[in-house]
């Protein structure tokens, strides 16, 4: 039985997923299942009309009925597996990268590109936590939940923004 090439014929460098790869989607997928199961757990307690969005001062100003706990963990899973679907299925010669790359980086560049994919994916996941939770808390004890909601909008946005700056940061360094 002869063993296939890894190297892809049209970029001629390894573009399979590695383990911190595969660790990274898993980790977010997880964390999206946990959101789902947490919301499908408090379900049965949480009044008929929960608050959904909150404003920068922390009070809520959107409500819905309780089935809308299960909107963000569904909303991130779908964009998860399109990531996913990306990240797995994209031909590395299809990505868009901004920077300019020669035979010398070029591998480097794809890498770190579909890796960026992989931390979003983790990012998307633990954002679903955090704002689950966020809810749950709101819910439970509004005061308590809008004195916790600037803390836990800017722990969205790091979560979220990170993987992007330190990706813009690797890029850099590799297309010296």
């Known amino acids: ?11 001629g460098f390894d573009e399979r997923p590695t383990r911190v790869d595969r660790l990274l989607s898993a980790f977010g997928a997880l964390c999206i299942v946990f959101a789902a199961v947490r919301a499908g757990l408090a379900y049965g307690g949480l009044p008929e009309r929960i608050a959904i969005h909150f404003n920068l001062s922390g009070q809520a100003d959107g409500f819905s009925g309780r089935s809308a706990i299960f909107g963000l963990p569904a909303l991130l899973g779908f964009v998860w597996l399109m990531l996913f679907l990306v990240s797995e299925h994209m031909p590395a010669s299809e990505m868009n990268i901004p920077a300019k790359l020669d035979e010398r980086n070029r591998s480097r560049a794809y890498v770190l590109s579909k890796r960026l994919l992989r931390f979003v994916q983790a990012a998307i996941g633990l954002t679903g936590i955090l704002i689950t939770e966020h809810i749950l808390a709101f819910t439970a004890d509004p005061v308590a939940g809008q004195k916790a909601s600037m803390a836990v909008m800017i722990s969205v946005l790091l979560i979220v923004i990170s993987p992007i700056v330190v990706y813009y940061i690797a890029l850099r360094r590799t297309v010296k």
């Open 1 to 11: 039985m002869a063993s296939q090439d890894p190297l892809n014929p049209e970029t």
